[in-house]
């Protein structure tokens, strides 16, 4: 099961810390849809997973302008 949090609308570094507050209520392996507009969060989510431990899966577009999906698993940290 993948939990979906939308933070469309709201720039970095906010959809990153709602992330990782999603994150810490999931059990290691689970996944995480993260819906973003802002343009630097795939950078960020990139560069946030390296530091972590977390798993980018995948940056996926989504039906909206501007709007993509990131795909993320949960570290075991």
Excluded at 15 to 20: E, G, N
Excluded at 45 to 53: D, E, L, M, S
Excluded at 56 to 77: F, K, W, Y
């Amino acid at each position: 099961m993948t939990t979906v949090l939308d933070a469309r609308g709201l720039r970095c570094p906010l959809p990153l810390l709602q992330a990782r507050k999603a994150l810490s209520t999931l059990s290691a392996g689970a996944r995480l849809t993260v819906m973003v507009s802002d343009p630097g969060a795939p950078a960020d989510f990139t560069a946030y997973c390296a530091q972590t431990g977390h798993r980018l899966i995948e940056i996926l577009p989504a039906d909206e302008p501007s709007v993509c999906h990131i795909v993320l698993e949960r570290g075991t940290r």
